[in-house]
């Protein structure tokens, strides 16, 4: 077994061609699993909110270029991955008019995205 680093609390990873990329709470990390070395990370910048983290990175799904991020109040982020040294948030989708939702989990399959919304 081998442990990588990754800076944040780590709650989900996914792999794709020697990447691993991590949901963090506070961030999402991209690994090169060969070398065991942090490639790059990002998150949303408006994750906390009044000091509380409504935006914690809880799940990840990767879909070619772009990882999908199961994100709390902020629904799914969408990552871009194609340079994974630099990674950028493209843009996220929640339900913000109601206070219930809060994305825990992320799947994709056949074209279409799931959110688990709630804990």
């Known amino acids: 077994m081998r442990t990588l680093v990754v800076p944040g609390f780590a709650a989900a990873v996914s792999t794709k061609v020697g990447k691993a990329v991590v949901a963090a709470c506070d961030n999402v990390a991209v690994v090169d699993v060969e070398r065991g070395a942090l490639v790059g990370q990002t998150w949303v910048g408006n994750a906390r909110q009044g000091g509380v983290l409504v935006a914690p990175a809880k799940d990840v799904e990767l879909v070619g270029d772009v990882t999908f991020v199961a994100a709390g109040r902020f629904g ?4 871009d991955l194609a340079d994974p040294c630099a990674p950028a948030v493209i843009d996220n989708c929640t339900l913000p008019d109601d206070p219930a939702f809060y994305a825990s989990g992320v ?3 056949a074209g279409s995205l799931y959110v688990a919304g709630g804990e």
Do not use: F, G, L, S
């Not at 799914?76 to 990552?79: D, E, G, K, S, T």
């Open 107 to 109: 799947r994709a399959q």
């Open 76 to 79: 799914a982020v969408a990552i």
